[in-house]
């Protein structure tokens, strides 16, 4: 893909950029004589109003971060986006069979331990009996 000058696909020309002491920014976009004003911080926020000064000229590139992406690059990314999730879900499921495997082993195991007991109990009892039984002769 050659570059001609032009901007990406997308992209907006901004007549106007500046940043205030608070750390917002501006943007004056031509044509539609409003002025984009984005703070940042944990949470970005935006808010569109009308120009309140004389704006100084210029030209400046901007565009918002999805925007410069071109539709093989959407593609891409979602691509990108949909192998990561199969992989995370791929290790998730490894992860659940082996637990699984786990707990089914040790309700095994646990099976296995009560059958001996209950086979003793059946024998102490069947003792207990015999013991106790009066005996006819």
């Known amino acids: 893909m050659t570059n001609s000058g032009a901007p990406p696909p997308g992209a907006t020309i901004v007549q106007y950029a500046a940043q205030s002491a608070d750390g917002t920014q501006q943007f004056f976009v031509p044509g539609s004589q409003v002025v984009v004003q984005a703070a940042t911080g944990d949470m970005p926020t935006y808010q569109i109003r009308a120009p309140t000064a004389a ?44 637990r699984k495997k786990e707990y ?20 102490e009892l069947e003792t207990l009996k015999d013991i106790c039984s009066p005996k006819t002769d």
Not at 69 to 81: D, G, I, Y
Not at 104 to 123: D, F, P, T, W
């Open 55 to 98: 704006l100084p000229q210029g030209v400046v590139m901007a565009a918002s971060p999805g925007s410069l992406h071109s539709p093989q690059q959407l593609a891409e990314e979602a691509t990108r986006k949909r192998e990561l999730r199969l992989m995370k879900n791929r290790e998730a499921a490894k992860e659940c069979r082996r």
């Open 104 to 123: 089914v082993k040790c309700l095994e195991s646990r099976v296995a331990m009560l059958e001996v007991q209950n086979k003793k109990l059946v024998e």
